[in-house]
Structures are given as C-alpha cells and as structure tokens.
C-alpha cells in the first residue's frame, strides 16, 4: 500500500507466459531464424500444443493474438489514456523485435491470416 491505497509496486513476468510471448513476437516477425508466419498460424500450432489462456482456459485465438501483439507493456511501457511512460518493470521483449512486428501489422499488403507469398521470410 501507498497512500493508504493499493498500488503496484513491482510487476514481475510470469515464468510461464513470458517465453510463449516471446515466441509469439518473433514467429510473426520472422525473427531470431524463425520464418515469418501469420498469426493464424501461430494460433492453430498454440492449439495442438494445448496452450490454453490464464483466465477462461481455452485454446488462445488468433484473434486474441493480435491484441497481444499491439500491447506495449511487453516492451516495458505503461500506457495510460494518450500518454505513455516508462514502466517499473523490465521489457520481455526488445524495441526492434516489437517495431518490427508493428510495422507488419500496420502493412496493409501482410495478412494476419495467411502465410508470407513465396520466397519472402
């Protein structure tokens, strides 16, 4: 408590969802040696490993996917309203891999469903 009101102090990742993040941002990017694939994609392969989500604990959608993709905390900013500031916690992902993946998303030529055209990573 501060002030007399719950605040968070510290924000610490889970151990668990912290590396499927991870993963997330560099399959749809392309990144790390990985070839680039569609969110659906990710999405069907989350599904045959019975990833399911913390809360409802069902299969992880491609359409959840895309918010998580677009979220700043996971690059250590706080976003509140229109402003942004950083975070008391530490980034799970990098800057460049998180531009990179906004940088596709905002692409009108890439589809978040289909796989990358042929000899394209």
């Known amino acids: ?9 510290r924000q610490y990742p889970d151990p668990a969802e912290t590396p499927l ?18 969110i659906r994609s990710v999405a069907l392969d ?13 299969p992880i959608s491609a359409a959840n996917m895309r918010p998580t993709l677009l979220r700043k ?13 950083p975070g008391n916690w530490d980034p799970i992902i990098g800057g460049e891999l998180f531009d990179a993946v906004q940088r596709l998303l905002a692409d009108p ?13």
Do not use: Q
Request: without cysteine; glycine residues 10%; charged residues 35%.
């Open 1 to 9: 408590m501060i002030d007399g009101r719950p605040r968070p102090v």
């Open 73 to 85: 905390a996971y690059i250590g900013v706080r976003v509140h309203g229109d402003s942004e500031h």
């Open 46 to 58: 989350s599904e045959r490993r019975k990833s399911v989500s913390r809360e409802k604990g069902v």
């Open 109 to 121: 030529s890439w589809s978040p469903t289909r796989p990358a055209p042929f000899g394209t990573s």
């Open 21 to 38: 993040v991870r993963e997330l941002f560099e399959r749809v990017a392309g990144w790390n040696g990985r070839k680039r694939e569609s």
